[in-house]
């Protein structure tokens, strides 16, 4: 199966600056990548999908890139409600799976 | 509105089984396929299974395959999974998801939380 490594696993950024969340694959997976949040006690949301189109309503300073089996979400002025846990995802090839998470924190 | 409302889960003893079942409602549920993804405690995410639109192609992850059976029912617009052969690390809250496009998901439940324990 597909590994995905995400880094760092924890990111502590101020209200305001840009976070980088870094995922990797084990393989190639083109740009068959996703990015989810997930809040405490809540389900994920997806953000993005084929590594660079942003879900239905998500804001604009989120977006991500790459291909391949290096990838990059980036939050580009980090606001109160974005402190949470992000989490990519491959659908190159079955089993779909998920990185570990990167958990971004108030600093 | 889509809503995916999750039910069955609760304590069950190792080798145990379970019947989780999905309400789906606010869009056509014949038309999208449907997954399970389940999260241990304090753990990341794990696809557990998931079917066509119409039934017919269904696909387990290894580490649950023979013991648990996704399947829908279009007519009720209801989703299950059947755990059978539960060990303590089936432990975790599992959630109803939609499938979008080719590999990701749109729209999760609030999940179920089913534990395994003695």
């Known amino acids: 199966e597909t590994v995905m490594t995400q880094s760092p696993a924890t990111l502590s950024v101020s209200p305001g600056e840009r976070a980088t969340l870094s995922c990797r694959a084990s393989?190639?997976?083109?740009?068959?990548l996703g990015w989810y949040q997930q809040k405490p006690g809540q389900a994920p949301r997806l953000l993005i999908y084929?590594?660079?189109t942003r879900a239905t309503g998500i804001p604009a300073r989120f977006s991500g890139s790459g291909s391949g089996t290096e990838f990059t979400l980036t939050i580009s002025s980090l606001q109160s409600e974005d402190f949470a846990v992000y989490y990519c995802?491959?659908?190159?090839?079955?089993?779909?799976?998920f990185g570990q998470g990167t958990k971004v924190e108030i600093k | 509105e889509v809503q995916l409302v999750e039910s069955g889960g609760g304590l069950v003893q190792p080798g145990g089984s379970l019947r989780l079942s999905c309400a789906a409602s606010?869009?056509?549920?014949?038309?999208?396929?449907m997954i399970w993804v389940r999260q241990a405690p304090g753990k990341g995410l794990e696809w557990v299974a998931n079917?066509?639109?119409?039934?017919?192609?269904?696909y387990h992850v290894d580490s649950v395959k023979g013991r648990f059976t996704i399947s829908r029912d279009n007519a009720k617009n209801s989703l299950d999974l059947q755990m059978n052969s539960l060990r303590a690390e089936d432990t975790a809250v599992y959630y109803c998801?939609?499938?979008?496009?080719?590999?990701?998901?749109?729209?999760w439940g609030r999940g179920s939380l089913v534990t395994v324990s003695s």
């Open positions: 998801a939609r499938g979008y496009s080719t590999g990701w998901v749109d729209y």
């Open positions: 606010g869009f056509t549920f014949s038309s999208h396929w």
């Open positions: 079917i066509r639109q119409d039934g017919s192609q269904k």
């Open positions: 393989q190639s997976v083109s740009t068959n």
């Open positions: 084929g590594a660079s």
């Open positions: 995802q491959q659908c190159n090839k079955w089993p779909p799976t």
